[in-house]
């Protein structure tokens, strides 16, 4: 009679584990850089303003009158950048990395640079409920076509120059991509249509030069500030670069690497942007 372990699972403890390299947390393409006014001139904590000149508009006079109606050529704040700092920091033992089989100092620097990226077009995206030119729908309704157009009729009669860009979140789009139509007017354009089911980006909708889809879009509760805008609307003021310094902690018996950048952002010429605000509730069709 064979005797022995008869089970599989009693061998359990003499199986040797299979270790797959470890993934990243899961991040969004980082897109805002790209599509707002970007200064890179500055240096160190101060701040930057921008000041706008008063308007001045012809009146009739008669032949004989003495004008009376000068206007004051003054300046008048617009806008102001305040920098601030960011930091992150990673912690890695010797035991770790003389253990670790894969490069733990390069996967640390990886995930410390997509942090601070991923920080950077968080905070750049989040000024859109700052942004003055205008508000079209209210927190709860569903997004529409009417609203993205309501913007750009907005800024257009706001006599904002283009280019013009749109920026939602993916729920956002979701409710466009359901209906590919104007306020349900527009049925028969089967290249719209086209575009809009092509994929989460899309140009010259409209007269948009773009629509952009992000998940780093600010949100409140079940809603989301979504925008169309000219670059000029919102800057990002870069004062110092992404800086990876690595300092050796002796006593802990680790390295560290810290992670810095000194940078401003905030609305520059708020009245040329457009503020969407939607429902973002979860989709389930």
């Known amino acids: 009679m064979t005797t022995g372990v008869s089970r599989v699972t009693d061998l359990n403890s003499y199986f040797a584990n299979i270790y797959e390299d470890a993934v990243f947390v ?24 921008v000041t706008t000149y008063p308007t001045i508009t012809p009146i009739s006079v008669a032949e004989t009158d003495d004008f009376a109606a000068p206007t004051r050529f003054d300046k008048a704040l617009l ?14 033992t010797d035991r ?47 997004m529409i076509w009417g609203y993205l157009f309501a913007a750009m009729s907005i800024l257009r009669a706001g006599k904002v120059p283009r280019p013009y860009y749109c920026v939602l979140h993916p729920y956002q789009w979701h409710d466009l991509a359901k209906v590919a139509a ?15 089911m092509r994929s989460f980006w899309v140009s010259n909708v409209g007269g948009l030069d773009g629509v952009f889809v992000s998940a780093n879009v600010e949100t409140s509760g079940t809603d989301a500030y979504g925008a169309v805008f000219n670059p000029n609307a919102i800057a990002f003021d870069l004062r110092r670069d992404l800086r990876l310094e690595p300092e050796r902690d002796a006593s802990k018996r680790a390295w560290e690497l810290n992670l810095t950048a000194l940078y401003a952002h905030g609305v520059w010429r708020p009245l040329w942007g457009v503020q969407i605000l939607t429902d973002i509730t979860t989709p389930t069709s």
């Open 96 to 142: 770790r990395i003389e253990t670790d089989p894969q490069n733990a100092r390069q996967d640390a620097s990886t995930e410390l640079g997509a942090g601070a990226a991923t920080k950077i077009d968080t905070d750049l995206l989040g000024n859109f409920n700052s942004l003055t030119g205008g508000t079209v729908g209210a927190s709860g309704t569903t």
């Open 182 to 196: 104007v306020a349900g007017t527009v049925t028969n354009a089967p290249d719209f249509q086209d575009a809009v």
């Open 26 to 49: 899961a991040r969004e393409q980082n897109i805002a850089t790209r599509l707002v006014r970007v200064f890179t001139d500055g240096n160190g904590d101060q701040t930057r303003t």
């Open 79 to 92: 806008a102001t950048l305040t920098p601030g700092e960011i930091m992150s920091q990673a912690i890695l």
